[in-house]
């Protein structure tokens, strides 16, 4: 492997800006090449960016560019095919969430990787927030002894239409978009799930999929968990795209509170501390959280491959969050408990 990493993006859209803009915050890698098959958006930030390296198609870039991973920003429907190929031209990969459109093109994409010994990781980056980190770093203290109860919250009703005009079209929205992200912080901070149990409903008419969600999870430690989300929620101050925590432990209580507040109350009394994430130089209100996560995630995937380490939120890892996520659909539809182990 060269000294500096040299990578390539493929998917110039709304979100992979971020990415981007986090690569060049980080030490011993360089996007070299960018791709999308919308010339507008590969104009936009090739431009943007300073990256001459361009190509509408991805299977020429692969030909024509020496890479050491590809960063995959497209949305769901074309995954499996970006980073099968990836997988053939033996270039570790780093793919978007969600992972794939089902259960089982994920873990056709697994194998993929695994068979020709490279690299994934699934780009879950909420786990990655710092404040979500300072939740885990508490729990992993001591102080509050050993969990038995979570909620993990997300309600808003921020227009996140605008910036992702998909999101109100598709059958399926907020599990698979932004449950999801919730549903591995789950998963981050309480560990793997048994069984979990759906309620939805559409509360915005004018949109195809479900923008409220509520899950009840037993997780396999014994604790059990709430993950609600919900974009039809009109608050006072809106939130977005604050996740809250709260978790109760045999000797305390954790609480992620809006506006970044963290309370911890355990064997040591009572500290209440103010976790806000940075604000980036590039980096803009609310979405700075979000942002600063993505450095995080990204840091983490060049330590992983510089150390041969399996990223914490590896393909094989992400298949545990996306089978929740099918879990819950099957469960919203039948209104029965669904066993996590019979899709793993
Ligand atoms: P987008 O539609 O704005 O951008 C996707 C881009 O990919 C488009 O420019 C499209 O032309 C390009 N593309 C699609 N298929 C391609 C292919 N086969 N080859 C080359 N280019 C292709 O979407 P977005 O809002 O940027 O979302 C992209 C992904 O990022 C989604 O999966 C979304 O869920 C995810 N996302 C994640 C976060 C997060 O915090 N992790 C936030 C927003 C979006
Ligand atoms: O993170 C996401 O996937 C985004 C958002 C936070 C807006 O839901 O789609």
Redesign the pocket.
């Given at each position: 492997m060269a000294a500096e990493l040299r990578g390539a993006l493929?998917?110039?859209?709304?979100?992979?800006v971020n990415q981007m803009h986090a690569w060049r915050d980080i030490a011993d890698v360089s996007i070299v090449a960018v791709?999308?098959?919308?010339p507008e958006?590969l104009t936009v930030v090739g431009n943007q960016f300073g990256i001459a390296r361009r190509y509408t198609d991805?299977a020429a870039l692969f030909v024509g560019e020496s890479l050491d991973f590809v960063d995959i920003?497209?949305?769901?429907p074309?995954h499996r095919?970006?980073v099968e190929m990836a997988a053939r031209h033996g270039v570790p990969a780093i793919c978007?969430?969600?992972f794939a459109p089902s259960l089982a093109d994920a873990k056709a994409m697994v194998k993929a990787c695994t068979d020709a010994g490279v690299p994934l990781m699934v780009?879950e980056?909420?786990r990655w927030q710092s404040p979500i980190q300072a939740v885990r770093a508490m729990l992993d203290s001591g102080d509050i002894g050993t969990p038995f109860f979570g909620r993990i919250s997300f309600r808003s009703a921020y227009d996140v239409f605008s910036?992702?005009p998909?999101l109100a079209t598709g059958k399926r929205f907020i599990i698979e978009?932004l449950g999801i992200h919730s549903l591995d912080i789950a998963r981050f901070l309480l560990g793997d799930v048994s069984t979990i149990t759906t309620r939805t409903a559409r509360i915005n008419p004018n949109i195809a999929g479900e923008d409220v969600a509520t899950m009840l999870m037993d997780h396999k430690s014994g604790a059990m968990s709430v993950v609600d989300c919900s974009y039809a929620t009109k608050l006072a101050t809106e939130p977005f795209p604050q996740t809250l925590v709260e978790i109760d432990g045999s000797d305390g209580t954790i609480r992620l509170e809006q506006n970044y507040r963290l309370t911890v109350t355990g064997r040591n009394g009572t500290a209440v501390s103010d976790v806000s994430p940075p604000l980036l130089p590039w980096a803009s209100r609310p979405w700075h959280n979000?942002q600063e996560s993505v450095v995080a995630i990204q840091k983490h995937w060049v330590d992983c491959l510089a150390n041969g380490t399996e990223p914490a939120t590896s393909g094989a890892d992400n298949l545990r969050t996306l089978a929740l996520v099918e879990a819950a659909y099957a469960g919203a539809a039948s209104r029965k408990p669904v066993q996590l182990d019979a899709l793993l």
């Open positions: 493929i998917g110039c859209g709304f979100f992979a791709c999308d098959r919308d958006r991805a920003a497209t949305t769901a074309s095919s970006l978007q969430k969600p780009h980056n909420f910036g992702q998909y978009d979000i």
